[in-house]
């Protein structure tokens, strides 16, 4: 039988065997809890991604007009900052991001936690300051600190992070309203740009990002990412970039010397248009009323439109060659034949039509030359209502003028019904009761320039992507509008109208140059009112081929409503700069000079 002492020793085994399996337990209870629960472990894996931007807007001569500029934010952790080293911190983050010491040291004693430094830092401070941030970590600027949750020890230091994208129009008011302007966006905390008017808007999917990049796999101690198979990489494509047909020197010239025309003129508004008489190209699209895209303001949002094609106006005179080539068109009319000028004075039922100058005979080629509505008016009685209806419809009045631009308004012209009528026959025939803009007069002047042939003029040249490939804008159709020997007349009659009518301010030594005069009135509140606008459409030719189709509009100049001293000096001034540009090569020796001036 067992003594006392031995009892006892053997309760003590078992105690002990108990405390073991107890221990044993616990020890494999927490296992299980550790292998179940979620830890808090840094992760094998990393990931980077990079945004794609927005492409640009390229000149004719390759420099940005508009261009797309990445912007960073700065983001640090005040708790993790040490306090012994925060003057060293805020030193060497001045020095790296150009800001005061000052201000940081502000923005630092705002609140503790995350602190945004700085959202608009460059692409090169980023760099830079990315450097520093290692720096710091590893001179131990910040500190390590447990954190009350998991009880795991982190360090969070300098963060710089993409914040968004900044549209940058480095040469200011340029080629504006044709560019247009963006708006900005949010995504998920990232700022980016979408076009709302111009270019920017009528090309923003093209100019768009196509693809952000992504770069995901295991990383190393340093927690820089493993290149091998075992990663995953998908590149960021920008959007394209946009090439124009417009020069920027050449576009620079022309937008001074409308600011000075404009007030010389006392205009509300002058517009020009340069185009290849035969390509269609654009070689100057500009208006004397223009903004910054960034900074617009409340008294700019007048200039917003693009007036070449959202003003939309009665065209004047400027439209009785379109009327007369019809005649022509149709063997209604022969240049020699005579016409009645009334004195000046003529009546069609109810409407009395008057002209500026008074005319006893004249031959109908000088109906234009010296711009007679009264001439006009019973030679488009000729034409039937459809005849005339047709023939506006075929030198693009009330269509859109260009695919390149947006928002266009495409004006309007009588119906062929109405236009039997004889009153709206004549009144339509000088200009009135018809609407256009100035592209729509330009691509119907091409015709006379291009053996008949209607060009429909073109900004964009080409797009870009990022392999620096480029692909050309399709070229546009060009229907024949009227025969090349009803063109080649009315060139003529053009060119006599600058040498001897009213275009005469337009003439230019050694530089084959035609066009016609219009002078409008404006109808305000449903009434005509003692305001105009003026215009001068047409041409200029050298002898080495270079060809073009130009247009001018004044907007209520309040010196003169004579087209002949307000838009064919503009037209005349942008001559000269074309000559200067080396764009015209006048020859002195076939074309002499003539220094009579005309007023109409």
């Known amino acids: 039988m067992p003594t006392l002492q031995q009892?006892?020793?053997?309760?003590?085994?078992?105690?002990?065997?108990?405390?073991?399996?107890?221990?044993?337990?616990?020890?494999?209870?927490?296992?299980?809890?550790?292998?179940?629960?979620?830890?808090?472990?840094?992760?094998?894996?990393?990931k980077e991604s990079s945004r794609a931007q927005r492409g640009n807007i390229i000149s004719a001569d390759g420099f940005h007009i508009a261009s797309t500029k990445k912007l960073y934010?700065?983001?640090?952790?005040?708790?993790?900052?040490?306090?012994?080293?925060?003057?060293?911190?805020?030193?060497?983050?001045?020095?790296?991001?150009?800001?005061?010491?000052?201000?940081?040291?502000?923005?630092?004693?705002?609140?503790?936690?995350v602190v945004v430094l700085s959202y608009n830092l460059s692409q090169i401070q980023a760099q830079y300051l990315k450097k520093l941030s290692y720096e710091l970590r590893r001179f131990k600027v910040f500190m390590s600190l447990k954190n009350p949750r998991t009880g795991l020890r982190s360090v969070h230091g300098l963060s710089i992070l993409e914040s968004g994208e900044s549209r940058e129009y480095p040469y200011g008011?340029?080629?504006?309203?044709?560019?247009?302007?963006?708006?900005?966006?949010e995504d998920d905390g990232?700022?980016?740009?979408?076009?709302?008017?111009?270019?920017?808007?009528?090309?923003?999917?093209?100019?768009?990002?196509?693809?952000?990049?992504?770069?995901?796999?295991?990383?190393?101690?340093?927690?820089?990412?493993?290149?091998?198979?075992?990663?995953?990489?998908?590149?960021?494509?920008?959007?394209?970039?946009?090439?124009?047909?417009?020069?920027?020197?050449?576009?620079?010239?022309i937008e001074k010397m409308l600011e000075k025309m404009k007030k010389e003129l006392d205009a509300k508004e002058i517009m020009i248009a340069i185009m290849d008489a035969h390509t269609g190209r654009i070689y100057a699209l500009a208006s004397s009323n223009r903004y910054l895209p960034k900074k617009i303001r409340r008294s700019d949002y007048p200039s917003l439109n693009a007036g070449m094609i959202e003003y939309s106006f009665e065209p004047g005179s400027v439209l009785k060659p379109i009327t007369f080539s019809?005649?022509?068109?149709?063997?209604?009319?022969?240049?020699?034949?005579?016409?009645?000028g009334h004195n000046g004075r003529f009546k069609i039922g109810r409407k009395v039509i008057t002209d500026e100058h008074r005319f006893d005979w004249l031959s109908a080629e000088n109906v234009i030359v010296y711009s007679s509505n009264v001439g006009i008016a019973q030679l488009a009685q000729k034409l039937s209502g459809y005849e005339f209806y047709e023939g506006l419809q075929r030198f693009g009045f009330a269509s859109k003028s260009t695919p390149d631009l947006i928002y266009e308004k495409v004006g309007s012209i009588p119906s062929a019904k109405r236009l039997e009528n004889e009153i709206y026959k004549a009144t339509c025939a000088y200009g009135y009761g018809i609407r256009a803009n100035l592209m729509q007069l330009l691509r119907a002047y091409s015709v006379f320039n291009n053996n008949g042939k209607i060009v429909t003029p073109k900004i964009v040249h080409s797009f870009i992507n990022e392999y620096n490939e480029e692909t050309l804008t399709p070229e546009f159709d060009q229907d024949q509008i009227i025969k090349r020997e009803t063109a080649a007349r009315m060139k003529k009659i053009l060119i006599k109208t600058v040498n001897k009518g009213t275009g005469k301010k337009a003439i230019t030594p050694g530089v084959e140059v035609g066009g016609k005069t219009g002078t409008a009135h404006i109808v305000e509140r449903g009434k005509y009112v003692h305001k105009y606008n003026t215009a001068f459409m047409g041409f200029a030719n050298d002898y080495s081929g270079h060809d073009y189709t130009i247009g001018v509009i004044v907007v209520k100049p309040k010196s003169s409503h004579f087209a002949a001293q307000t838009a064919v000096p503009v037209f005349k001034k942008a001559i000269n700069i074309m000559i200067e540009e080396g764009m015209l090569e006048p020859d002195v020796i076939k074309q002499p000079r003539s220094t009579d001036n005309g007023l109409h």
Do not use: C, W
Not at 190 to 203: A, I, N, P, S
Not at 225 to 234: D, P, T, V
Not at 333 to 339: A, H, I, T
């Open 7 to 46: 009892q006892n020793k053997s309760k003590k085994i078992i105690f002990l065997y108990i405390l073991i399996l107890f221990a044993f337990g616990v020890f494999l209870s927490v296992m299980l809890v550790t292998v179940l629960k979620d830890r808090h472990m840094p992760s094998l894996y990393a």
């Open 73 to 113: 934010k700065a983001v640090v952790n005040t708790r993790y900052i040490d306090p012994q080293k925060k003057d060293l911190f805020v030193e060497l983050f001045s020095i790296y991001s150009g800001m005061s010491p000052k201000a940081i040291r502000k923005r630092l004693a705002k609140r503790k936690g």
């Open 173 to 185: 008011k340029l080629l504006t309203p044709i560019i247009g302007y963006p708006h900005k966006l």
């Open 190 to 253: 990232y700022t980016f740009v979408q076009g709302v008017k111009g270019l920017e808007k009528r090309f923003d999917d093209e100019l768009s990002p196509r693809q952000n990049g992504l770069l995901r796999g295991k990383r190393d101690v340093a927690s820089y990412i493993i290149l091998n198979k075992e990663s995953f990489y998908k590149r960021k494509i920008d959007g394209l970039d946009i090439k124009l047909t417009i020069p920027l020197s050449f576009e620079i010239r």
């Open 326 to 340: 019809l005649l022509l068109e149709h063997h209604l009319v022969n240049p020699y034949d005579l016409v009645n």
